[in-house]
């Protein structure tokens, strides 16, 4: 039989945590996938360094100011160089594009992944915000446009997998697992006094800053059920998070049977992304498999709602859908950044989501427009509510 012509992967965000495990799947994939785009904000020496292995169609650099600055020495001559976001549009649509990585952080990964969807293109979504805070309508624009949403998330990953154990009646609900964060043990008070530096410390993860934030103070797992209710189309109630610090279980599928499926591997997310660019068909470990030799101890304890006020804004925001999620989002990539640069304490982030999130005007069938009026409005309020 004659041998697929490779499939061809814009990486938006090239120079992240995900955009880099992902071109090392892309790599090790003996040629089946194909990084035709790469995509880079502002470190544009690693974008140049990454078109010199993968020799892309194009790279785009989203920081205009920092690319026309910068001198692109070295860049292949077969590759083209785009600046500004909308080349990302641009290159989602593209006609020589199968599948669109969405590995930016934050709301602005939501414009490319919006054009992927709307061009029918497969997505990988690594981008957890853009379904957060536009769920209804991403899914029904992939519905009309016929493009796939594949889950790169770890735990959604895990559920997409384990989902295929049973129909869609036939499921009870689903299981997030959360590593409980570094944090974990740690008491109220010490929690208040937590710096920049023990936060961006995850024990059994090496990611971004922003996520890695996230995950300590559980706003990660918050936006996991909001992405989770829209991704599977499953309300809130059907949603269960627990804690399980070995990060082995990744998730699980509990069906009207009580059957329980769970997809387990060591926590990389290689796996996920190989999972997702490679779909429907399973390759090759690139990533390091259980060493089934040593003996294993997994825990799972109830995610205490008291002790992780950002599970129960997440559930709330999931409940409340419409306008709750773009909000809740906004507010809390404000106060992230706010607790990077000194301006607000650990353990202010979450009570500043939830603040932003009862203070808003609701409207349950929003718009993109109204949405996006939305998401400025919520990063104003937490800097005046830092400032307050
Ligand atoms: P990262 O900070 O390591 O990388 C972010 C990427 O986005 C970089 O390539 C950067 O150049 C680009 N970027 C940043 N700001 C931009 C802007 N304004 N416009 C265009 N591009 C911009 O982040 P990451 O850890 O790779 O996470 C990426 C996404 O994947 C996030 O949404 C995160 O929640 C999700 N995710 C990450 C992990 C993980 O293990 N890192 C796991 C699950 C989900
Ligand atoms: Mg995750």
Same mark, same amino acid.
């Given at each position: 039989?004659?041998?697929?012509?490779?499939?061809?992967? $814009?990486?938006?965000?090239?120079?992240?945590?995900?955009?880099?495990?992902?071109?090392?799947?892309?790599?090790?994939?003996?040629?089946?996938?194909?990084? &035709?785009?790469?995509? $880079?904000?502002?470190?544009?020496?690693?974008?140049v360094?990454?078109?010199?292995?993968?020799t892309?169609?194009?790279?785009?650099?989203?920081?205009?100011?920092?690319?026309?600055?910068?001198?692109?020495?070295g860049?292949?001559?077969?590759?083209?160089?785009l600046?500004g976001?909308?080349?990302? *549009?641009q290159v989602?649509?593209?006609?020589?594009?199968?599948?669109?990585?969405a590995?930016i =952080?934050?709301?602005?990964?939501?414009g490319?992944t919006?054009?992927?969807v709307?061009?029918?293109?497969?997505?990988?979504l690594?981008?957890?915000e853009?379904?957060?805070?536009?769920?209804?309508?991403?899914k029904?624009?992939?519905?009309?446009?016929?493009?796939?949403?594949?889950?790169v998330?770890?735990?959604?990953?895990?559920?997409?997998?384990?989902?295929?154990?049973?129909t869609?009646?036939?499921?009870?609900?689903?299981?997030?697992t959360a590593?409980?964060g570094? #944090?974990?043990?740690?008491?109220?008070?010490?929690l208040r006094?937590?710096? &920049?530096?023990?936060?961006?410390?995850?024990?059994t993860?090496?990611?971004?800053?922003?996520?890695?934030?996230?995950?300590?103070?559980?706003?990660?797992?918050?936006? *996991?059920?909001?992405?989770?209710?829209?991704? #599977?189309d499953?309300?809130?109630?059907?949603?269960e998070?627990?804690?399980?610090?070995? /990060?082995?279980?990744?998730? %699980? =599928?509990?069906?009207?049977?009580?059957? =329980?499926?769970?997809?387990m591997?060591?926590p990389?997310?290689r796996l996920?992304?190989?999972?997702?660019? *490679?779909?429907?068909h399973?390759?090759?470990?690139?990533?390091?498999?259980?060493?089934?030799?040593?003996r %294993?101890?997994?825990?799972?304890?109830?995610?205490?709602?008291?002790r992780?006020?950002?599970i129960?804004?997440?559930?709330r925001?999931?409940?409340?859908?419409?306008t709750?999620? =773009? &909000?809740v989002?906004?507010?809390?990539?404000?106060?992230?950044?706010? #607790?990077?640069?000194?301006?607000?304490h650990?353990?202010?982030?979450?009570?500043?989501?939830?603040?932003?999130l009862?203070s808003?005007?609701?409207?349950?069938?929003?718009?993109?427009? *109204?949405?996006?009026?939305?998401d400025?409005?919520?990063?104003?309020?937490v800097?005046?509510w830092? /400032?307050?």
């Open positions: 039989p004659q041998a697929e012509s490779p499939r061809r992967i $814009a990486v938006m965000g090239a120079t992240g945590s995900i955009g880099d495990n992902a071109l090392q799947v892309i790599a090790a994939s003996q040629g089946r996938l194909t990084a &035709v785009a790469l995509s $880079a904000h502002s470190r544009l020496e690693r974008l360094e990454l078109a010199k292995k993968f892309p169609k194009w790279v785009i650099a989203t920081d205009e100011v920092a690319a026309k600055a910068y001198k692109w020495r860049l292949p001559k077969e590759t083209e160089l600046v976001a909308e080349a990302l *549009e989602a649509r593209d006609a020589e594009v199968d599948t669109v990585l590995a =952080v934050g709301s602005a990964g939501l490319s919006l054009a992927a709307e061009a029918g293109k497969t997505v990988a690594a981008n957890k853009t379904l957060v805070a536009a769920g209804p309508i991403v029904k624009l992939a519905d009309k446009h016929g493009a796939t949403l594949l889950p998330d770890s735990e959604h990953s895990a559920i997409f997998q384990s989902l295929k154990s049973g869609r009646s036939e499921v009870h609900r689903i299981v997030i590593s409980g570094p #944090f974990r043990t740690w008491n109220a008070d010490a006094q937590v710096t &920049v530096d023990e936060a961006l410390a995850h024990p993860w090496d990611m971004g800053p922003k996520i890695t934030i996230d995950s300590a103070t559980l706003m990660n797992k918050a936006l *996991e059920i909001v992405e989770a209710r829209w991704l #599977f499953l309300p809130a109630d059907r949603i998070v627990m804690i399980h610090p070995q /990060c082995i279980v990744h998730s %699980m =599928v509990e069906f009207v049977d009580g059957s =329980v499926i769970a997809q591997s060591p990389d997310m996920p992304i190989q999972y997702a660019l *490679e779909y429907p399973r390759r090759e470990a690139v990533a390091p498999r259980i060493d089934w030799t040593q %294993m101890h997994l825990e799972f304890e109830p995610a205490d709602i008291g992780y006020p950002a129960e804004l997440g559930f925001a999931a409940r409340k859908g419409g709750a999620g =773009v &909000v989002n906004a507010a809390n990539e404000t106060a992230v950044a706010q #607790f990077l640069e000194g301006e607000l650990f353990t202010e982030i979450v009570p500043a989501c939830k603040s932003v009862e808003h005007n609701f409207n349950p069938t929003p718009t993109l427009d *109204e949405l996006a009026k939305l400025q409005w919520a990063r104003r309020e800097e005046n830092v /400032c307050a």
